[in-house]
C-alpha cells in the first residue's frame, strides 16, 4: 500500500502569492500578493477558531520580498495577539478578505513556532513629522550604521546609538538600537519626497520608502506670510497640530537665528545684577554692556567656599546704595554671557505679571573655562515646577526677584542661590507668583555639583522646616545639575490598592503578590475589580487571594477600565487610592512608600511612579500633552539608568499627567471631581482627564501632579493596541481634543520650545510655539454636549 500526504502550501489556487507564520509566541505575520495586480493592497481577515477577530491591510514594506519582485514589496502584514486570547483557542488563520481565499496555512497554536518564520528585518524607518525620522536596527551591537536616502540621493550616515524594543510582546521583546535623523533644512519647501534607510550590510529597513512634507516654518507661518484666507491659516495650524516640526538640540545655534525672541517694548524699570560665585565677571559685564535694556547697574561679589554662595550683607549694602533705585534684582553665576534681550525680557515678563515675586529663564551651558561648549546645549525649563525646585534647584542660576522679596530674604538669612529661589517659592504657598520665561536668558557657567548639593540640601532642608513640613533631605548626585532626595514624613491615613482585571490569572498573579509587600509596609487593602473572569485560573486566584484577605468585587458586564476603577473606589473607605494594572510588578517593596510620602504635600493632587519595561527600558515618566495633538510618555525608550534631558530622571517633578498604570490619589478628591469619566474614557484617557480635572481645579481639592522616579514599577503591558480597539481609541482621542484641546496646546510642563513630535525632549519645536512669560496655569475643560 502507497501511503499519501497532503502538505499546506502557500501558493493558493487562486494566483495569490501568500504566507502566515507564527512569529513569536504572540506575534503572527506573513503576506499576501497578486501578481496579475501588483498595485493592489489586499485586506485580510484574521479568524481565532473560526471567529473573526481582526481585519486588516497588507501593505507593510517587506525588503526580501522587494528584492524578489513582489511589486513594490508593500504587501506584508504583522499582528500581535493577547496571550490570554491564546491561551483559551486552538487555531488562527488569515483569509483574503470577501473571498475566503487562505492566507498560507492555519496555525495550529499548540504546535511550536515556526523555525522558517519570515525574516523579522534589519530595522524599521518611520517618518516622525517635518525633517524628523526616526528608526531602529536590529541587535545590541554598537556603532551600527544606516545610510539615509532621498528621492535616490544619499544625505547622511548616522550611527544607531539609541536603544529601542522589537516586538510587541513585553515578555519577549528585544533590545535593539535606535537612531533620530534631522534631514537638511532645505527639503522643508513643501513638497512631498521619499526617505528610504538602508542598513550598512545593504538591507533596506522596513517602512523604506517612507513619504515626508515640511514647511520651513510651519504650514500655518507659511500661509499667513502668503496672505491667505483664514480658513487656510487654519488649515494650516490643524496640519501643524498633527505634523509638528522639530530641529536637532545640536542646532540650537542656527535654530536661535532662525526663530530670535521678540524684542519686547522698552519699559523704564532699573534692574540690579549681582554676580555670584569665582566666574569671569567680565564676561557677564561684557554681555550687559550689549543689552538692549538701558537702566541697569550690576556688582560682582567675592568669590566664597562654594559658586554659589554669597555674604548676604553685601547685596543688601549694594541694594541700599548704588542700586536704591533698582525695582528688580538679578542673581547670576559670575561668568554667565547674558542674551542681548535678557534684561528686557526680565522687565517684560514682570510688567506683564505686576504681582510676580520672582521670573527665571530658560538657560544654556558652557564648560570650565567660561567658553561656549562646541555645541550649545539648551536648557529648556517648564512653568514653576515646586518639587523641581526642591529637588534640583532648577531655576536658581540665573533669575530675577522683585526687590521687596529680594530683600526680605536676605533679611531671612538667605546666603547662597538656592535659598533665594525657595524663599520666593514660599511667599504665596501654592499660588506662587514665579513666572517663567521660554528661550535662553544667557550661557551659564558649568554648575559646581559638589558645592552645589550640599547648599541646595541644607536650603531645601531649612524651606521644609521653616513651613513646619517634617523632612529627610540627602543628596542625590545629579549629572548636570545638582540633585537632592526629599522624604516627608508619611501622612496619616491607609491606602486602597484598586487593580481591574479580566481573565489574566498568569499576570494577576505575579501583580498581586510583587504589589502586596509595598501595601503592607504602609498598610491597606487591596481591592480587584474583576470583570466577569470566567477562566478557571483566573478564578481559582481570585479564591486565593480572596482567602488571603483581598477583597473582591465582581463587576458584571463588558469589560469598562474606567467603570471597574469607579466601581472599587465607591467601596474604599480609606484615604488614598491607588490604581494599578493588573500587568504592573513591583521592583522592590519602596514604591508605595516613596509616593505615599509626596502626598503629605496638601498641594499634590496625584503621584505616579517611573514605569520601566521588562528590558529595562522607561516606559512612562509622566505625559507631555501636545505631540500630535495628543498624550505622549515622556523619556519613553531610554535606559532606565539615564539620567534625562536636563536630569529629569533623577529628581521629582511636576506632570500634567499620569498613566493610569499607576496612580495615588486622594479617595476625597477623586469623589470630588465625579472619579473617572467612563462614558467619555473607559479605557484608554481617563487617567489623562482626571489629572487634568485635578490641575485644573486646584486647591483644595485638586492640585499639582508629580512623578517620582523613585518609586519604580515593572511594566508588562502590551503597548500594542489590538485593531478591534483601535476605533475605541479614536473616539477616546477626539472626545480629549475636544474637551483639552487648550490644554494639549499649551503643556506647562513642557517647553513651547521642545517639539511635539511624537519623542518628547528630544529636539527644537520648528517653528517655536511662543516666547511669552508664563505662569502654571491649567485651562480649564470646554463643556462639549452629549454626542459630539
Given at each position: 500500500m502507497t501511503a499519501r500526504r497532503r502538505r499546506p502550501s502557500t501558493e493558493t489556487p487562486t494566483g495569490f502569492d501568500t504566507a502566515f507564520v507564527r512569529d513569536g509566541a504572540t506575534t503572527f505575520a506573513g503576506h499576501a500578493f497578486d501578481p496579475a495586480e501588483p498595485a493592489r493592497r489586499l485586506v485580510l481577515d484574521i479568524l481565532i477558531d473560526g471567529v473573526g477577530f481582526a481585519t486588516l491591510r497588507a501593505d507593510r514594506f517587506v525588503p526580501h520580498l522587494a528584492a524578489r519582485g513582489f511589486g513594490d514589496g508593500c504587501c506584508g502584514f504583522a499582528l500581535s495577539i493577547d496571550r490570554e486570547v491564546l491561551a483559551t483557542a486552538g487555531m488562527v488563520e488569515a483569509r483574503i478578505a470577501n473571498t475566503g481565499v487562505p492566507v498560507g496555512a492555519p496555525i495550529a497554536l499548540d504546535a511550536p513556532a515556526a523555525t522558517d518564520a519570515a525574516p523579522r528585518g534589519a530595522g524599521q524607518i518611520r517618518w516622525a513629522g517635518g525633517l524628523r525620522v526616526q528608526g531602529w536596527v536590529a541587535g545590541k551591537a554598537d556603532g551600527v550604521c544606516v545610510d539615509i536616502f532621498v528621492n535616490g540621493e544619499r544625505i547622511d550616515r548616522v550611527t544607531a546609538t539609541g536603544w529601542g524594543e522589537a516586538g510587541s510582546d513585553p515578555d519577549e521583546a528585544r533590545l535593539t538600537r535606535t537612531f533620530d535623523v534631522h534631514l537638511p533644512a532645505r527639503f522643508a519647501d513643501g513638497r512631498v519626497r521619499r526617505v528610504t534607510a538602508v542598513h550598512e550590510n545593504g538591507t533596506t529597513l522596513d517602512g523604506s520608502p517612507a513619504a515626508f512634507v515640511a514647511f520651513a516654518d510651519g504650514l500655518a507661518r507659511t500661509l499667513e506670510a502668503l496672505g491667505d484666507l483664514d480658513s487656510e491659516r487654519l488649515r494650516g495650524e490643524m496640519f501643524d497640530r498633527l505634523l509638528p516640526a522639530s530641529w536637532p538640540m545640536a542646532g540650537s545655534a542656527d535654530w536661535r537665528t532662525r526663530f530670535p525672541p521678540p524684542e519686547p517694548d522698552a519699559i523704564d524699570v532699573e534692574i540690579a545684577v549681582v554676580m555670584v560665585g569665582p566666574g569671569d565677571a567680565e564676561?557677564?559685564?561684557?554681555?550687559?554692556?550689549?543689552?538692549?535694556?538701558?537702566?541697569?547697574?550690576?556688582?560682582?561679589?567675592?568669590?566664597?567656599?562654594?559658586?554659589?554662595?554669597?555674604?548676604?550683607?553685601?547685596?543688601?549694602?549694594?541694594?541700599?546704595?548704588?542700586?536704591?533705585?533698582?525695582?528688580?534684582?538679578?542673581?547670576?553665576?559670575?561668568?554667565?554671557?547674558?542674551?542681548?534681550?535678557?534684561l528686557a525680557r526680565i522687565a517684560d515678563a514682570f510688567a506683564a505679571f505686576p504681582d510676580a515675586d520672582a521670573a527665571y529663564g530658560d538657560f544654556d551651558l558652557a564648560?570650565?573655562?567660561?567658553?561656549?561648549?562646541?555645541?550649545?546645549?539648551?536648557?529648556?525649563?517648564?512653568?514653576?515646577?515646586?518639587?523641581?525646585?526642591?529637588?534640583?534647584?532648577?531655576?536658581?542660576?540665573?533669575?530675577?526677584l522683585h526687590r521687596d522679596v529680594a530683600l526680605d530674604a536676605l533679611e531671612a538669612g538667605a546666603s547662597n542661590l538656592y535659598a533665594l529661589a525657595l524663599f520666593a517659592a514660599g511667599q504665596n504657598g501654592d499660588s506662587a507668583k514665579i513666572v517663567h520665561l521660554p528661550g535662553s536668558l544667557g550661557e551659564v557657567p558649568q554648575i559646581a555639583r559638589h558645592t552645589a548639593e550640599p547648599l541646595l540640601a541644607a536650603a531645601t532642608r531649612a524651606h521644609l522646616e521653616a513651613q513646619g513640613v517634617d523632612a529627610q533631605v540627602?543628596?542625590?548626585?545629579?549629572?548636570?545639575?545638582?540633585?537632592?532626595?526629599?522624604?516627608?514624613?508619611?501622612?496619616?491615613?491607609?491606602?486602597?490598592?484598586?487593580?481591574?482585571?479580566?481573565?489574566?490569572?498568569?499576570?494577576?498573579?505575579?501583580?498581586?503578590?510583587?504589589?502586596?509587600?509595598g501595601l503592607d509596609a504602609v498598610g491597606g487593602e487591596l481591592i480587584i475589580a474583576d470583570s466577569d473572569s470566567t477562566d478557571a485560573e483566573t478564578l481559582s486566584l481570585l479564591a486565593e487571594l480572596e482567602g488571603e484577605g483581598a477583597h473582591v468585587l465582581r463587576v458584571p458586564?463588558?469589560?469598562?477600565w474606567a467603570h471597574l476603577v469607579n466601581r472599587a473606589a465607591a467601596t474604599a473607605t480609606n484615604e488614598f487610592l491607588c490604581v494599578v494594572d493588573d500587568a504592573i510588578e513591583a521592583a522592590d517593596d519602596r514604591w508605595l512608600d516613596e509616593m505615599l510620602r509626596r502626598m503629605t504635600d496638601p498641594g499634590i493632587a496625584a503621584v505616579g511612579p517611573l514605569l520601566l519595561t521588562p528590558s529595562g527600558l522607561v516606559r512612562h515618566a509622566g505625559c507631555v500633552l501636545g505631540p500630535g495633538f495628543d498624550v505622549a510618555d515622556a523619556f519613553g525608550g531610554q535606559l532606565g539608568t539615564d539620567a534625562g534631558y536636563g536630569d529629569l530622571l533623577k529628581v521629582a517633578h511636576e506632570v500634567s499627567a499620569l498613566s493610569a498604570s499607576c496612580l495615588l490619589t486622594r479617595r476625597a478628591a477623586f469623589e470630588a471631581v465625579g472619579g473617572l469619566d467612563e462614558s467619555r474614557f473607559p479605557r484608554f484617557y481617563p487617567a489623562i482627564d482626571y489629572c487634568l480635572k485635578l490641575r485644573a481645579q486646584g486647591g483644595p481639592i485638586g492640585g499639582r501632579i508629580v512623578l517620582t522616579p523613585r518609586a519604580r514599577l515593572i511594566d508588562h503591558r502590551d503597548s500594542a493596541t489590538a485593531p478591534l480597539l483601535a476605533a475605541q481609541h479614536a473616539r477616546e482621542l477626539r472626545a480629549l481634543r475636544a474637551r483639552w484641546g487648550e490644554a494639549l496646546m499649551a503643556d506647562p510642563c513642557y517647553s513651547p520650545l521642545l517639539g511635539l513630535d511624537g519623542t518628547p525632549f528630544s529636539a527644537l519645536a520648528w517653528p517655536p510655539r511662543s516666547f511669552a512669560p508664563r505662569l502654571n496655569f491649567s485651562p480649564p475643560p470646554v463643556a462639549v454636549p452629549p454626542g459630539w
Open positions: 564676561r557677564t559685564h561684557a554681555s550687559l554692556e550689549r543689552q538692549r535694556h538701558a537702566a541697569w547697574v550690576a556688582a560682582a561679589l567675592p568669590a566664597a567656599a562654594a559658586q554659589a554662595q554669597f555674604d548676604p550683607a553685601l547685596v543688601r549694602d549694594l541694594l541700599a546704595e548704588d542700586a536704591a533705585d533698582s525695582e528688580l534684582v538679578l542673581f547670576c553665576l559670575a561668568g554667565t554671557r547674558l542674551d542681548d534681550l535678557a564648560d570650565d573655562d567660561g567658553q561656549a561648549l562646541p555645541v550649545v546645549w539648551p536648557v529648556a525649563l517648564p512653568a514653576f515646577d515646586n518639587e523641581r525646585l526642591l529637588e534640583q534647584g532648577y531655576a536658581a542660576h540665573l533669575f530675577a540627602q543628596r542625590a548626585h545629579g549629572i548636570l545639575l545638582p540633585a537632592v532626595a526629599v522624604r516627608r514624613a508619611r501622612p496619616e491615613g491607609r491606602v486602597t490598592l484598586v487593580m481591574p482585571t479580566r481573565n489574566r490569572g498568569r499576570v494577576l498573579r505575579r501583580a498581586a503578590l510583587s504589589l502586596r509587600a458586564g463588558p469589560f469598562g
